[in-house]
């Protein structure tokens, strides 16, 4: 699962077992970016870090370094780590790629048998509504977590573990170039008219509106970020 709120603790890290130490540091810091905590261009102090989780700096290095290979932060010679900041380009070429992504996820999840795809179908609608209370107290940042639950759960619903794997880093490093309009409304209504249409495509098993649907959402998105500008 995304970590978008995941928390860890010192004591939480010393009752952890058979999991790397680098990796549940890995975790922490990876979820200080996703909540914002750490900002896009911010230097990551390795010290603080071992000292706020009761650790040695040697699994933060290494935390920092497998961050780094997946573009998410980045090192600079003799200054140190920063949390990544992604050029225009860069955000329109993500961009490119999830829509790819989600229309593949859109037609694999319409393909489900219908046990499984109304199931599917009726945790959309779920998602829906609370993205419509969202929208309703004008909540962004609620609706926005929602909108990733959304297309998280047409993703895992896919069944597909390469497909999430590489839907997660690219979503991730999106998430950079969005922590700075999370207060400013990024077009919710006509967003949630978009999802509401992909679900009712999902429920009937509508393989090709699906997929189009879905890819075709995330094209527009792009264009409302790029309005907003």
């Known amino acids: 699962m995304l970590p978008w709120l995941a928390e860890l603790s010192a004591d939480h890290l010393s009752t952890v077992r058979d999991t790397p130490l680098a990796k549940l540091v890995r975790d922490d810091v990876l979820a200080m970016i996703l ?8 230097r990551i102090n390795e010290p603080d870090v071992a000292t706020r989780l009761g650790v040695s700096r040697v699994p933060v290095r290494e935390a920092l370094r497998e961050l780094e290979s997946t ?23 993500l961009y490119e790629m999830r829509g790819l992504l989600d229309g593949f996820a859109g037609r694999r999840a ?20 609370a993205m419509n209370a ?17 297309h ?15 839907y997660r880093t690219v979503v991730q490093k999106l ?8 207060s400013q409304d990024m077009g919710m209504r006509a967003s949630i008219a978009e999802h509401t249409r992909i679900a009712r495509a999902l429920r009937k098993g509508d393989i090709a509106r699906c997929e189009d649907l879905m890819a075709r959402h995330v094209s527009d998105a792009y264009d409302r970020l790029q309005s907003r500008r």
């Open 110 to 129: 319409a393909r489900l048998e219908a046990p499984a795809r109304l199931a599917l179908a009726d945790r959309l609608d779920a998602s829906i509504d």
């Open 175 to 182: 998430h950079l170039s969005r922590l700075k309009n999370l």
């Open 35 to 42: 909540r914002g905590e750490l900002r896009p261009g911010q």
């Open 152 to 166: 998280w759960a047409i993703v895992e619903a896919a069944g597909n573990h390469a497909l999430a794997a590489t």
């Open 71 to 93: 573009g998410l932060v980045a090192a600079r010679k003799h200054a140190g780590v920063f949390v990544s900041e992604l050029t225009g380009e860069e955000v329109r070429e």
């Open 134 to 150: 969202a929208f309703a107290v004008h909540d962004v940042q609620r609706y926005y977590r929602e909108n990733l639950n959304f």
